[in-house]
């Protein structure tokens, strides 16, 4: 079956840029985490929702970032006013209930030049 | 907060060595502990897990053991190959609440022929 996909894989984008980071997770998979990872760096978590509503933001770190899940299935991270300390690694995992083990895409590499 | 600390890498070793990758956590309460691995060029995967304490998770000739006395999950494994290199994290779950994950920073092995 199909994993946790995540679009786009690379992007690319000036400062001051706004971005939009999707995942699709696995099917029927009610939570769903986005995490950073910066180089060197193990995986931050940002959000966690558990179908439509976001029940766990503490890991945002400033009001420019924000995500949705609006019909429980797909997510997106949005990044407003982009800076380049925002370039890392962006994952998003999924679990079948929040107990279960997470699954992870292969991320998408934002790089703010 | 709580926290995951590993043991810093890189690591080399030779075919058929011995593995060892250090890791404690300081956390409240009694988290599940996971162990997860980087391929190159992949995604995070969940290598094995271990709920409570003196829980031993396996998986693909590793192991480790929940100790909550030393607060440690050590992963080892007793004849690695060249193609366990990757990069191994440690990580911990909150109970309760968002059940997200805390994550090591990560240790890189490499093995050689």
């Known amino acids: 079956g199909a994993g946790v996909s995540q679009t786009p894989s690379n992007k690319v984008t000036e400062k001051g840029k706004y971005v939009e980071l999707r995942c699709d997770p696995i099917s029927g998979h009610t939570a769903l985490y986005w995490y950073r990872q910066s180089l060197g760096q193990g995986p931050e978590f940002l959000i966690y929702?558990?179908?439509?509503?976001?029940?766990?933001d503490s890991g945002l770190p400033n009001d420019r970032f924000f995500a949705v899940r609006p019909e429980g299935s797909v997510s997106t991270l949005k990044i407003q006013r982009t800076e380049r300390g925002d370039s890392a690694v962006y994952l998003c995992a999924s679990s079948a209930t929040g107990t279960q083990p997470q699954h992870f895409g292969d991320g998408t590499r934002l790089s703010i030049l | 907060g709580d926290s995951v600390t590993q043991m810093e890498g890189p690591v080399t070793l030779s075919e058929e060595a011995f593995l060892t990758i250090n890791c404690t956590y300081t956390a409240t309460g009694y988290p599940s502990l996971f162990w997860y691995v980087q391929y190159p060029g992949e995604g995070l995967q969940l290598l094995l897990k271990?709920?409570?304490?003196?829980d031993k998770g396996s998986n693909k000739g590793f192991e480790a053991t929940y100790r909550k006395e030393t607060t440690s999950f050590h992963l080892e494994k007793g004849s690695v190959q060249v193609s366990d290199s990757a990069v191994y994290f440690c990580?911990?779950?909150?109970?309760?609440?968002?059940?997200?994950?805390?994550f090591g920073k990560g240790t890189k092995l490499t093995v050689n022929p």
């Open positions: 929702f558990q179908g439509t509503g976001a029940a766990d």
């Open positions: 271990a709920t409570k304490a003196d």
């Open positions: 990580a911990l779950r909150y109970q309760g609440g968002s059940e997200k994950l805390v």
